[in-house]
């Protein structure tokens, strides 16, 4: 199984519309979660981070954590065609390595 | 505030060459990290600083992959010999503290080609 799992994509969404991202983790000692943008031949940037079960808002983004099922989940409300890019899933994992294990990413496509 | 600086930004050598990647952290980051990434892959960790200390380096391939970290400031990677297979973005991160809440920052990146 591997430690961090997401859909390869592409995911495809008309402009204006919610994408909707998702990530699950093997580890249950991981403590946060971070979601990154990486646009083509870019390194990854940091979107936002969530450590506590529920919803946490800033803009535009949603990220979603139920740490019971393992899932975390990025929205993307209103997308439009600059969101196009890979989206990464990064547990902090608490146990053992103290750093990020990054997921292979989702690739979204904002159709205009 | 200055961002993660790495240099070079591309290398081109020849398998059982040898190369280094240099990367200066954002000033007061104390965990410096050295990814590689495969195309279509995530970034894989290959070793973690805490100041001048390796906190992990159990993913490094010390068979040919060596890092550095003097005065707990700048980094050094370094692989000799290439393999083919070590084609990737080796990418520097830096974060405040290492711990949940502290996000990594990422540099640029440099693209090494193995041939």
């Known amino acids: 199984q591997k430690e961090v799992e997401q859909n390869s994509g592409p995911l495809s969404v008309p402009e204006g519309a919610i994408a909707s991202l998702n990530c699950t983790y093997s580890?249950?000692?991981?403590?946060?979660f971070f979601w990154y943008r990486q646009y083509s031949g870019k390194s990854p940037e940091l979107i936002m981070f969530?450590?506590?079960?529920g919803d946490k808002e800033d803009g535009r983004f949603t990220a979603q954590l139920n740490k019971a099922s393992q899932y975390v989940s990025l929205l993307i409300r209103d997308s439009q065609p600059s969101d196009s890019a890979t989206y990464l899933c990064a547990p902090f994992q608490g146990t053992g390595r103290r750093a990020l294990t990054f997921g292979s990413g989702t690739r979204l496509q904002v159709q205009p | 505030e200055a961002g993660v600086a790495q240099s070079p930004r591309y290398k081109i050598i020849e398998k059982r060459q040898s190369v280094a990647f240099w990367c200066n952290p954002i000033s007061g980051h104390a965990t410096l990290y050295w990814y590689q990434q495969i195309l279509g892959q995530g970034p894989k960790l290959l070793i973690q600083f805490q100041n001048n200390g390796v906190v992990d380096d159990s993913q490094l391939p010390k068979d040919r992959f060596s890092a550095e970290r003097l005065k707990g400031v700048d980094s050094t990677l370094k692989i000799q010999p290439a393999k083919l297979e070590d084609s990737a973005v080796y990418l520097c991160?830096?974060?405040?503290?290492?711990?949940?809440?502290?996000?990594?920052?990422f540099g640029n990146g440099t693209r090494l080609t193995v041939t």
């Open positions: 580890d249950r000692g991981s403590q946060s």
């Open positions: 969530i450590y506590s079960n």
């Open positions: 991160a830096s974060s405040y503290r290492g711990e949940y809440n502290s996000p990594l920052h």
